[in-house]
């Protein structure tokens, strides 16, 4: 029995293999494009990756070793760019595949980096603070070679944050021997970080939200959303959208989900959810997260983890809109069915890349040791996310391409010049 079912989970994982679905896209981006072949053979994986291994000292005394990775996908634009998770099912494929997005991400909102990612296989709700710093401090003492403020930066991702930035900085700067705020992004804002930068991945969501509803003829007041996840995306989006009078009917977190079709007390959710997004626990009335995204509402944001609407649930989606705030959510087959559906998908490359653009000014503010006020950032954030929405929409409708083929256009193409004028190819 309990072979058979790991067996049923790997073919689960194969077919659902994020990297493989990302070089596909990536393919069909350049060859519309006119790329030749070369140019795929290089963009297709990361020029860089390093898995490390990690002993920590745990609270009991005993040893644990942890496995780490990071992920360097093109440094021709740029250093290369993009968070770190903490998660149990992290693995090597998956952070390639997000240091891919990362460089889409970059190309997409046009700032100076290629993409990277990191990841360790680890379960920090089960871990202790102190523990979580002994792993944070060794994750950077393993990659110290390869990362630095003009090589590659990373910044939060699933179940890090401004904390373990703090701490990765501080053991980034005695190795480095200065203190090296643009090391990393993300960080509090008494180490150097950017005002903002909490909530940038929720505003530039809530941003294309906006857009994508004005072509669709929705009025945000009184609309319903579905949000997929309390993270740092999904809590700051709900919010958001109920600030913005919309009416967030869903929620949900890594346990269960919860509906309300007259709509959610955000403010009461926000101020009871625990540092990993976890709010459900508290209720008895719940959903799972599978009737969580078949509900009928205009808007669903999947913003937890990947490979949630497949070909088994994208015929039973009811929203009009998918805007994807988390990496990954829709599989290839579910975003051709929710397109022939005449669903607007707006892809994660696109919707997520608020957060990397305020790490971009945290890093410029950095660097020039002049800081901005929260407008300035949130007027400049503006500015990039309309225009990106615009460019990836604009370039679906003229070469009749589906918006997730559209942002891997607009997203590959400054990359694979860049490489060309450097001479690679
Ligand atoms: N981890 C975030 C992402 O996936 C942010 C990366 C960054 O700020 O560098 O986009």
Redesign the pocket.
Known sequence: MVADKHTSEEKHEEKHDVLKATQIVIHRALEKLGYPEEVYELLKEPIRMLTVKIPVRMDDGTVKIFTGYRAQHNDAVGPT?????FHPNVTEREVKA?SI??SL?CGIVDLP?GG??GGIVCDPRNMSFRELERLSRGYVRAISQIVGPTKD??????FTNSQIMAWMMDEYSRIDEFNSPGFI??KPLVLGGSHG?ET??AKGVTICIREAAKKRGIDLKGARVVVQGFGNAGSFLAKFMHDAGAKVIGISDAYGALYDPNGLDIDYLLDRRDSFGTVTKLFKNTITNKELLELDCDILVPAAIENQITEENAHNIKASIVVEAA?GPTTLEATEILTQRGILIVPDVLA??G??????F?WVQNNQGYYWSEEEVEEKLEKVMVKAFNNVYETAQTRRVDMRLAAYMVGVRKMAEACRFRGWI
């Not at 760019?81 to 998770?85: E, F, T, V």
């Not at 957060?355 to 971009?360: C, L, N, Q, R």
């Open positions: 760019k993009g968070g770190i998770r997000l997005w990362m991400k980096y990277g990612k930066i990373p910044a939060p991702d699933v992004t993300g930068r940038a991945t990496n997520s890349a957060g990397v653009t305020v790490s971009y945290e």
